[in-house]
């Protein structure tokens, strides 16, 4: 059964600190998809990434980077030099090959102080 | 491109009020989805669409709740009579094939009193 876990409800950091979101899947499938969405105070959810199985190169965008591993199942999300603008809630989410579903983690809500 | 559309983005209604959701997805894409995000069970898929077809209403909390999807730009969600537990964020998606990127919209947040 395909499930997300993101253990860390919610993290505090202060501006300019780095910070990493975990998370983990677990699915029975050899093709499968995982995202990153970003819901800020405003309440869209924004996407973020999209990665597929068959990719495990890591991914940099400006100060974000995601750091894919197949062998822990792991797909986390770092944050270089935080700015007050990332906070937001941050969910990660898994969709299987074939199906037309979308399984969110319940979400890490990021709190960046000046 | 215009993102995915949805109105209202509030509604505020008394218990017992039916109450219609309203989605535009975006152009060109093949399928849809309604979701619903409230505090206690984060977020919920509710029904979806493939090719204007309902696919999977598994999500769909009771018979009070109903979806329609009569053309490819235009879907709606409609709870009739409303309960204040149905009070949440609806949001509604839209994606161009199998596996790839759901795109949200705003959401719609309803208050049943």
């Known amino acids: 059964a395909q499930k997300v876990t993101q253990a860390q409800t919610e993290i505090s950091v202060v501006e300019k600190e780095d910070v990493t979101l975990d998370c983990v899947y677990e699915?029975?499938?050899?093709?499968?998809?995982l995202f990153w969405y970003k819901q800020p105070p405003s309440g869209e959810l924004v996407f973020l990434i999209r990665r597929n199985s068959f990719d495990e190169q890591n991914e940099i965008s400006g100060r974000y980077s995601w750091n894919f591993q197949k062998s822990t199942s792991s797909f986390n999300f770092t944050i270089t030099a935080s700015q007050v603008v990332d906070s937001a809630v941050y969910f990660c989410a898994l969709s299987e090959q074939n199906t037309d579903k979308l399984i969110f983690g319940t979400g890490t809500r990021l709190q960046v102080f000046p | 491109d215009a993102g995915v559309i949805q109105s209202p983005r509030h509604e505020v209604t008394e218990m017992g009020q039916e109450v219609t959701l309203r989605c535009k997805p975006i152009s060109g894409h093949n399928s849809l989805f309604w979701y619903r995000q409230t505090m206690m069970r984060g977020l919920e898929l509710l029904i979806y669409?493939?090719?204007?077809?309902?696919?999977?209403d598994s999500g769909m909390p009771e018979d009070r709740f109903s979806a329609k999807m009569p053309n490819a730009s235009f879907s709606t969600l409609k709870i009739q009579p409303s309960e204040p537990r149905d009070s949440a964020v609806y949001f509604c998606?839209?994606?161009?094939?199998?596996?790839?990127?759901?795109?949200f919209g705003p959401g719609t947040r309803l208050t049943v009193l």
């Open positions: 669409f493939n090719n204007n077809v309902p696919i999977d």
């Open positions: 998606a839209s994606r161009w094939d199998t596996a790839d990127t759901q795109y």
């Open positions: 699915t029975r499938d050899t093709t499968y998809y």
